[in-house]
């Protein structure tokens, strides 16, 4: 087992390296633009701790609370302070606020890119077992890490999502499973639990797709799509709750608890998975599972949610503040700067309320993560 301190670390590590690396993005817009930034903070903003050093203008901090980071531009709400974000024109406005969420989204596709040049490329066509967890019902069938999940209950499979669904269908039900091992074909029965938590998955498997080496090409060009497929999905979220095609406890907010309750679970499973892996190394026997990547999965899309959310157009989030800036472009006329504060800031509260709530909700209804 893991002990929680590791998965606090990997937590605030992730979580504050993804925060921080948008504001970083904000800051680098806003210097290259010419708009001058007061501080650019390390950790949350609150008590500052220390001035580290300042360059050109601006003072490069250490505050209290451990988590990211934030700047803070010249004249950010004021258009009569020279120099300053407000006083700036739209078109810097808003390269400046785009560039957080750019920044998250490019460490997404760096981060799957990474992935694919190590992991490979999937085959489409055919799904491998990537890890089956210990005293599973996979496990006790003697489903093994590396086998090729042909068929269930005689029914050809080919992608994952169908797979689950049928798993799910015959709960505590026998299933047969064609196995292609090593080019021989078998069959093994396996029952899939319905006392098993989401989290644990009814059969105890990790389902993905076979791979081969990657050029450097499919690696950058697999970070675009898988980044550019999830962003879609986020922003058809919306539609397909209300169209029914997923159920709302499978789109809820998560705050930081569920955050950390998904780094739990990932960096659990990757670190089993390499002691079980060096474990049948030393020993010489066979591994029934491969290391898993789920942290540095789980990174990519956190970094994808944090971006997209973040240009959600909302006041208060960098996609409101961009549609303040829409009216002056577009028709040369500037939404009162007055205006703009009082919506910005009652949104903010609101959007603090909302984060308050969601924060209460994981501990009286913790998210789960479903897996097989």
Do not use: C
């Amino acid at each position: 087992m893991v002990s929680g301190f590791v998965t606090l670390i990997v937590f605030i590590l992730a979580l504050g390296g993804m925060i921080f690396v948008h504001e970083l993005g904000h800051f680098i817009a806003a210097r290259a633009v010419g708009v001058e930034v007061e501080e650019f903070g390390f950790g949350l903003p609150s008590k500052k701790l220390v001035t580290l050093f300042t360059w050109q203008g601006t003072e490069f901090t250490i505050h209290a609370l451990p988590l990211g980071g934030f700047i803070r531009p010249k004249g950010e709400n004021d258009p009569n302070i020279p120099g300053g974000l407000a006083a700036a024109n739209p078109w810097k406005r808003l390269v400046v606020l785009f560039a957080g969420p750019l920044m998250n989204l490019i460490t997404a596709v760096i981060v799957f890119s990474f992935l694919i040049s190590s992991e490979g490329m999937p085959v489409p066509g055919s799904i491998k077992i990537d890890s089956v967890a210990q005293n599973s019902p996979a496990q006790q069938a003697d489903v093994q890490s590396g086998d090729i999940l042909l068929a269930i209950n005689g029914e050809k499979v080919t992608e994952v999502q169908p797979a689950i669904a049928i798993i799910q269908a015959n709960l505590d039900k026998p299933v047969e499973l064609l196995i292609d091992r090593n080019g021989e074909e078998i069959t093994l029965v396996a029952t899939p639990l319905s006392t098993r938590t989401k989290s644990e998955g009814a059969l105890g498997v990790g389902l993905g797709y076979p791979t081969r080496p990657a050029t450097f090409a499919e690696s950058i060009g697999g970070g675009f799509t898988i980044t550019g497929l999830q962003a879609a999905t986020i922003v058809y979220l919306p539609v397909a709750l209300i169209q029914g095609v997923i159920a709302p406890e499978e789109a809820r907010f998560i705050g930081f608890k569920g955050i950390f309750d998904m780094f739990d679970v990932a960096v659990e499973e990757d670190v089993s998975s390499r002691q079980e892996v060096a474990a049948a190394e030393t020993t010489g026997a066979a591994s029934s599972s491969q290391p898993t990547n789920w942290t540095l999965n789980l990174i990519g899309m956190l970094s994808i949610s944090l971006g997209v959310m973040n240009l959600f157009p909302i006041p208060a989030l960098d996609g409101g503040r961009i549609l303040f800036t829409l009216p002056e472009i577009l028709f040369r006329k500037r939404v009162p700067t007055e205006w703009e504060n009082t919506v910005n800031g009652i949104a903010m509260l609101l959007l603090i309320s909302l984060m308050l709530f969601v924060n209460v909700m994981d501990f009286v209804n913790p998210a789960q993560i479903p897996i097989p």
